[in-house]
C-alpha cells in the first residue's frame, strides 16, 4: 500500500535555528498537508497545500513557517527560527480527496533545545 | 466552524470488557466526513474509519463497530472484548467539504487515552 514518507524520523535543533522537514506525499495525491500534536495534546492542523499553492493555513502557520513542493515530489515545511514552543511531533499528509480519506506519514519528533 | 469534542480524556477497562469512546462533532455543512485514528504509544496515526454524512449505517470491522447518529452528531467507537494491544490514544476527526474550497483539512477531537489492564 502507498506510503507517505517522512524525514527524518527525529531532529534536535537549537533555538533560533532554522529546520527543514521533509516529506514525500502519494504521487497520485492532489492535496498535501501538515499538522502539529505538541507532546500529549491533540493533533493541530497547520497547512494545506493545493494545485502549487497554499490553500489554508491556521492562525499556527505565521510567518516563522513556509511551505514548498519543489520539485513536484517532495513536500517540505520549514520552520525559520525554531522555538522552544516548536518542540512537536509533525505529520505530514496527503489525500486524493476528502471521499477517499487521508495518508499520514510517520511523523517527525522535532525537539527544540 | 467545525469542531469535534470528545468528552472522555482516559478510559481504563479490564480486558475483555467493552468500552465505547464518544464522539460529537459540529459543523455547518451537509456534507462531511468523520473519522477514527489509532495513536499507539510509538507515535504514528493507524487510520480506523472513514464515514461521510450520507452514509449513516453502522459498521462492523471485528471487534470495532461505529455508530453514527446525524441526529444527535455524534460517531461513537466500540471495542469489544478489548485487548492489551487496544491500549492507545483514540482521535475522532472531521472533514468538511466545502466545495472549492481546496482545502478539506481535518479537525480533530482532543482524543481519549485508552488503558487496558491485563
Known amino acids: 500500500e502507498p506510503e507517505v514518507t517522512q524525514t527524518p524520523s527525529h531532529q534536535v535543533t537549537q533555538m533560533g535555528q532554522e529546520v527543514i522537514l521533509r516529506c514525500v506525499p502519494i504521487?497520485?495525491?492532489?492535496?498535501f498537508y501538515w499538522y502539529r500534536q505538541i507532546l500529549g495534546q491533540k493533533v493541530e492542523f497547520l497547512v494545506s497545500?493545493?494545485?502549487?499553492?497554499?490553500?489554508?493555513k491556521s492562525e499556527i502557520f505565521d510567518d516563522q513557517f513556509s511551505v514548498e513542493r519543489p520539485d513536484g515530489s517532495n513536500f517540505t515545511l520549514k520552520i525559520r527560527s525554531t522555538k522552544l514552543e516548536d518542540s512537536a511531533m509533525y505529520f505530514c499528509?496527503?489525500?486524493?480527496?476528502?471521499?477517499?480519506?487521508?495518508?499520514f506519514g510517520s511523523g517527525t519528533r522535532l525537539t527544540v533545545v | 466552524a467545525q469542531k469535534v469534542t470528545q468528552a472522555q480524556t482516559e478510559i481504563s477497562v479490564v480486558e475483555k470488557e467493552d468500552v465505547t469512546l464518544d464522539c460529537v462533532y459540529e459543523?455547518?455543512?451537509?456534507?462531511?466526513?468523520l473519522f477514527w485514528y489509532k495513536q499507539p504509544p510509538s507515535g504514528e496515526l493507524v487510520f480506523l474509519i472513514r464515514?461521510?454524512?450520507?452514509?449513516?449505517q453502522n459498521e462492523i470491522s471485528g471487534r470495532y463497530s461505529w455508530n453514527f447518529q446525524k441526529s444527535t452528531s455524534s460517531f461513537n467507537f466500540t471495542i469489544t472484548a478489548s485487548q492489551v494491544v487496544d491500549s492507545a490514544v483514540y482521535f475522532c476527526?472531521?472533514?468538511?467539504?466545502?466545495?472549492?474550497?481546496?482545502?478539506?483539512?481535518?479537525?480533530f477531537g482532543k482524543g481519549t487515552k485508552l488503558s487496558v489492564i491485563p
Open positions: 499528509a496527503s489525500s486524493a480527496g476528502p471521499y477517499y480519506g487521508y495518508t
Open positions: 504521487s497520485n495525491h492532489l492535496y
Open positions: 497545500f493545493y494545485n502549487n499553492e497554499i490553500s489554508e
Open positions: 459543523t455547518r455543512d451537509t456534507t462531511y466526513y
Open positions: 464515514r461521510n454524512s450520507f452514509d449513516e
Open positions: 476527526a472531521l472533514s468538511e467539504a466545502r466545495s472549492g474550497a481546496g482545502s478539506y483539512q481535518l479537525t
